[in-house]
């Protein structure tokens, strides 16, 4: 195997059994051997530490990073200025009191709003799947209404209230695409009560009149939708339909929310809301908003968020948390919003112009080496896809995708030094740590990959 060196040569990667013996280890006291499945990659690699754009394996191997942790670090990882910060904030005596105020929340919320003036209150959290649960639990309390529109093909975490659908078999969606309806529940874990399967309804994306279908039959308290589904790579909305959507929550009276945990800082400062003009009344927020740290937000209306502080108890929403808000994510959420912020730094041009040129670069080589391929990208997350053409859905994605070139793909960049996590169709994010000489560095290493595996192309 051959990996990128520091000179912007290609040198043999080192490879040994330690990965494996540390997952071996680990599951002696830990279910999978790891603290999220979803980490868990085949074969097992684990990484030991990551400056920048760079990571480097338990064999000391070093990789030009793609995958950013899932994508929160829009910085790079490490990034001085955000580490500062955090020493900053445990050098100076702050802690986890655990009761009134702070003043470092206060001052992130601010910042937060300045940054995503579409919205008009902001309550954080530790994930975004706390998040995006308590969006459902305030639309709720707001419509008096219990069921929910959901997105087949997006993730919006992992609680009950949205664990549905996600990459789910042509069989398993019943064999045909849901036009203008639902399609059958797909649980992405077992535990879930009947009772609560029974309030959500998994529709595609970008198909209104699915919407509509759902809403004239159900009470519908809230839609949940990332503007671009990024679990799957890099969906776009079609022109008009988060318009639409907004049209039919205003006309039937549900909580749109838009899940921008990826989106979110990424897209744009103001997130996708920000670039289509479209405003939800509820958006959840995370991954780079801390360039890693642990940190989520519910940013909205007032008169939805302000219901956490109602004095009728019967729509009084309860936010709790002993974390929420912990003072070392809010200093490294501060430091990491006020430097994407920072006009002089140009960093979402300078994202943009390493973006397309990584994007344009590969499109490029794969039309010279005849290999049938989509490049889509939403700032700085790109995905290519081994299809005729760019999908509109997930039912598209999974009728015209070749998942297993994708795999062998994925594993042949891996074992030449350029890491994009080894699962079909999962976006590649590019951070401002990423270089010129990293972004060319790598198209030669993807020609050089993808020239391996010509003699598989069908």
């Not at 994708?406 to 042949?412: E, L």
């Not at 270089?435 to 050089?448: C, H, Q």
Request: proline letters at 5%; aromatic letters at 8%; one cysteine or more.
């Amino acid at each position: 195997m051959t990996q990128v060196s520091s000179t912007g040569e290609l040198s043999a990667i080192k490879s040994s059994d330690r990965s494996s013996k540390i997952l071996q280890r680990n599951m002696q006291w830990i279910p999978g051997g790891m603290a999220s499945v979803n980490r868990a990659t085949s074969p097992t690699l684990a990484f030991a530490q990551a400056r920048g754009a760079y990571m480097w394996d338990v064999d000391g191997n070093k990789y030009i990073d793609y995958h950013a942790g899932f994508a929160p670090y829009i910085l790079g990882h490490n990034d001085p200025d955000v580490n500062t910060a955090v020493r900053n904030a445990m050098e100076s005596g702050l802690s986890n009191y655990g009761t009134g105020p702070t003043e470092q929340e206060g001052t992130l919320a601010e910042l937060f709003l300045q940054c995503v003036p579409t919205q008009e209150r902001v309550q954080f959290f530790n994930s975004g799947s706390e998040a995006t649960a308590q969006s459902i639990r305030v639309a709720r309390a707001y419509t008096g209404r219990e069921h929910v529109i959901l997105m087949q093909g997006g993730y919006n975490g992992n609680q009950n209230v949205v664990a549905v659908n996600l990459m789910d078999s042509a069989e398993a969606l019943g064999g045909s695409p849901a036009q203008g309806g639902e399609y059958p529940k797909c649980p992405m874990t077992a535990g879930i009560p009947k009772e609560e399967l029974a309030l959500l309804h998994p529709v595609e994306f970008n198909d209104l009149e699915a919407v509509e279908a759902m809403v004239r039959k159900y009470p519908i308290a809230a839609l949940v939708t990332e503007p671009v589904l990024q679990n799957v790579g890099v969906i776009h909305p079609a022109p008009g339909y988060l318009r639409g959507l907004r049209q039919l929550a205003d006309q039937y009276g549900f909580v749109l929310v838009f899940d921008e945990v990826k989106t979110g800082f990424r897209a744009s400062l103001g997130g996708y809301q920000g670039i289509s003009g479209v405003v939800p009344d509820l958006s959840t927020f995370g991954k780079a908003m801390a360039n890693g740290f642990p940190i989520a937000a519910l940013a909205g209306k007032a008169e939805l968020l302000e219901l956490t502080v109602d004095p009728d108890p019967n729509r009084r929403v309860l936010v709790a948390g002993t974390y929420n808000a912990h003072p070392i994510p809010v200093a490294a959420s501060l430091a990491c919003l006020q430097k994407l912020a920072d006009p002089e730094l140009q960093l979402y041009a300078q994202l943009e112009e390493h973006t397309q040129t990584l994007v344009s670069g590969m499109q490029a080589m794969f039309d010279r080496l005849g290999v049938q391929t989509c490049l889509v990208r939403e700032g700085s997350a790109h995905v290519v896809y081994f299809a005729e053409s760019r999908p509109t859905n997930w039912w598209e994605l999974i009728t015209s995708h070749d998942f297993e070139f994708d795999a062998k793909y994925r594993q042949a960049l891996i074992e030449r030094g350029i890491y994009h996590f080894p699962k079909p169709t999962k976006q590649g994010s590019v951070s401002t740590a990423h270089t010129a000489a990293d972004i060319a560095r790598t198209l030669e290493v993807i020609e050089d990959a993808v020239r391996s595996l010509a003699d598989t192309v069908g």
